[in-house]
């Protein structure tokens, strides 16, 4: 037990010592640029993959494109893709985020063309019979019902892309995988405890986050207006009497 304890106290040695969390290679700046990559790639991801989730949930047309990417997702082996594009673009910045997002991609595309067609078909023959435009529909109607549906797919995205990032670090030594590298190099378990640690915490506060906002967005679309009847009083109750 004694020698357990011992042990986990070595795992935390490196996370407890204040010097590994400043500088150039501490927790905090490596926790940043994990965090650049992450909203960078999900912010270029989301640009590119909402528009077209919208055309095609709203027309109905390319609904194979987001099944061919879906599929095509699942096949990608994250670090095979991450080697071709080093090899062929060299290291740096540009393609890590490029390959992280078209990793966060298949996800948001997936989740707003099913929210936009799955919304309300009522809600939306109403809007059509009011004289509504595309646009209106699509701005007032489908995507204030989609939205929940797409926070969540940019929830899975983000905690995709947090946990692929630490790959990155193979090509550009920064992010918070660089604590695993570093650690495995030199046989200091208690600096790959602490990237995994950070990594797991990373994606934990965004999920929470990300799920919260994604809650707030599912109130605002179904508000509960439904009230329990009120038992008849009678002052409610209008008695005819015969004439």
Same mark, same amino acid.
């Given at each position: 037990?004694?020698?357990?304890?011992?042990?986990?106290?070595?795992?935390?040695?490196?996370?407890? #010592?204040?010097?590994?969390?400043?500088?150039?290679?501490? @927790?905090?700046?490596?926790?940043?640029?994990?965090?650049?990559?992450?909203?960078?790639?999900?912010?270029?991801?989301?640009?590119?993959?909402?528009?077209?989730?919208?055309?095609?949930?709203?027309?109905?047309? !390319?609904?194979?494109?987001? @099944?061919? *990417?879906?599929?095509?997702?699942?096949?990608? %082996?994250?670090?095979?893709?991450?080697?071709?594009? /080093?090899?062929?673009?060299?290291?740096? *910045?540009?393609?890590?985020? !490029? /390959?992280?997002?078209?990793?966060?991609? %298949?996800?948001?595309? +997936?989740?707003?063309? +099913?929210? @936009? $067609?799955?919304? #309300?078909?009522?809600?939306?023959?109403?809007?059509?019979?009011?004289?509504?435009?595309?646009?209106?529909?699509?701005?007032?109607?489908?995507?204030?019902?989609?939205? %929940?549906?797409?926070?969540?797919?940019?929830?899975?995205?983000?905690?995709?892309? /947090?946990?692929?990032?630490?790959?990155?670090?193979?090509?550009?030594?920064?992010?918070? !995988?660089?604590?695993?590298?570093?650690?495995?190099?030199?046989? $200091?378990? &208690?600096?790959?405890?602490?990237?995994?640690?950070? /990594?797991?915490?990373?994606? @934990?506060?965004?999920?929470?986050?990300?799920? =919260?906002? =994604?809650?707030?967005? &599912?109130?605002?679309? $179904?508000?509960?207006?439904?009230?329990?009847?009120?038992?008849? +009083?009678?002052? #409610?109750?209008?008695?005819?009497?015969?004439?």
């Amino acid at each position: 037990m004694v020698q357990e304890a011992a042990h986990g106290m070595n795992l935390f040695s490196y996370l407890a #010592d204040p010097a590994n969390w400043v500088g150039p290679a501490g @927790i905090w700046n490596l926790l940043l640029q994990h965090l650049f990559y992450t909203a960078t790639s999900v912010a270029i991801a989301a640009a590119i993959a909402i528009p077209l989730g919208i055309f095609i949930g709203h027309t109905g047309h !390319g609904s194979f494109l987001v @099944i061919g *990417v879906s599929n095509a997702a699942r096949a990608i %082996p994250t670090l095979g893709l991450l080697v071709l594009v /080093v090899l062929l673009l060299g290291t740096g *910045v540009g393609p890590i985020i !490029g /390959v992280l997002a078209v990793l966060a991609l %298949p996800p948001i595309l +997936t989740a707003t063309a +099913t929210g @936009i $067609n799955g919304a #309300d078909h009522e809600a939306v023959h109403a809007s059509r019979a009011l004289g509504m435009s595309a646009g209106q529909i699509v701005s007032k109607v489908e995507w204030p019902l989609a939205l %929940p549906l797409v926070i969540s797919g940019l929830r899975s995205a983000t905690l995709q892309v /947090v946990a692929t990032a630490t790959v990155a670090a193979y090509s550009s030594g920064e992010g918070l !995988g660089r604590l695993l590298i570093t650690g495995n190099a030199t046989r $200091n378990y &208690s600096e790959m405890f602490a990237g995994a640690f950070m /990594v797991a915490a990373l994606a @934990i506060v965004l999920d929470i986050l990300l799920g =919260g906002l =994604g809650w707030l967005a &599912s109130r605002h679309a $179904n508000p509960g207006r439904a009230r329990r009847a009120r038992p008849a +009083t009678p002052r #409610d109750e209008t008695i005819s009497q015969p004439a």
